[in-house]
């Protein structure tokens, strides 16, 4: 059973400030997806990464899949309160979808 | 274009009931995926409905259990409820296994 894991658990950052947190697996991806979870909604859809070595941006934040689909990044730049959230990756691989536990990340005004 | 919606929004049940949560998917949509979403952890596929039929189940037991209706909403029922049963439910409405749109949640308290 693949598992994805996800670091940081928590981050608590100042409004302008940069992070990155990261998504992992012992196997490889056939694909991730990147969802943002506000509270008392359910997720929703960022990006879908695919190809090893990708790079895919929205707005300020950017995704980074690896070169060997084992892992991938979201960079967000100069993090605004609006980006406060729940952030999930997610697999789908045959017939099944797995979703990591999540980086929770708070921006303060 | 309505999206996804969900009901009841807030549910008490004591162990031992049963539970019936209700999705109605987004126009367009042949696809609905239900998860189930502990306090602090990400969603945890249950299963997935495509026309009518299960198309893929998670590790779950068979007390859970759904349908799909001709109008390609559905049912997610759990019977002889657990304490541990307590999180939100979210199901998602697709085109197959295309981008997922996902309600806001049923949350389900088990007492």
């Known amino acids: 059973t693949q598992l994805l894991e996800q670091s940081p658990q928590f981050l608590s950052i100042q409004e302008g400030e940069n992070l990155t947190v990261y998504c992992n697996s012992s196997s490889v991806f056939s694909s991730l997806q990147w969802y943002r979870q506000e509270p008392g909604e359910g997720p929703v859809l960022l990006v879908t990464?695919?190809?090893?070595?990708e790079v895919k941006k929205l707005k300020r934040l950017t995704f980074q899949f690896g070169d060997a689909r084992k892992d991938s990044s979201l960079h967000i730049t100069a993090a605004q309160p609006g980006d406060t959230g729940l952030y999930l990756c997610?697999?789908?691989?045959?017939?099944?979808?797995?979703f990591g536990a999540g980086t929770r990340l708070t921006v303060k005004p | 274009e309505t999206g996804v919606t969900q009901s009841p929004t807030h549910l008490i049940k004591t162990r031992g009931q049963q539970v019936t949560l209700r999705c109605s998917s987004q126009?367009?949509?042949?696809?609905v995926s239900w998860y189930q979403q502990a306090l602090g952890q990400g969603p945890q596929f249950i299963f997935q409905y495509y026309r009518e039929e299960e198309n893929g189940r998670g590790n779950f037991p068979p007390r859970f259990s759904g349908l799909q209706f001709p109008n390609y909403s559905s049912e997610l029922n759990v019977n002889a409820l657990e304490l541990d049963d307590s999180a939100l439910y979210l199901c998602?409405?697709?085109?197959?296994?295309?981008?997922?749109?996902f309600g806001p949640g049923t949350r389900l308290t088990v007492t």
């Open positions: 990464v695919v190809t090893g070595g």
């Open positions: 998602a409405s697709s085109s197959g296994w295309d981008e997922q749109y």
């Open positions: 126009s367009g949509h042949n696809t």
């Open positions: 997610a697999e789908y691989n045959n017939n099944d979808m797995r």
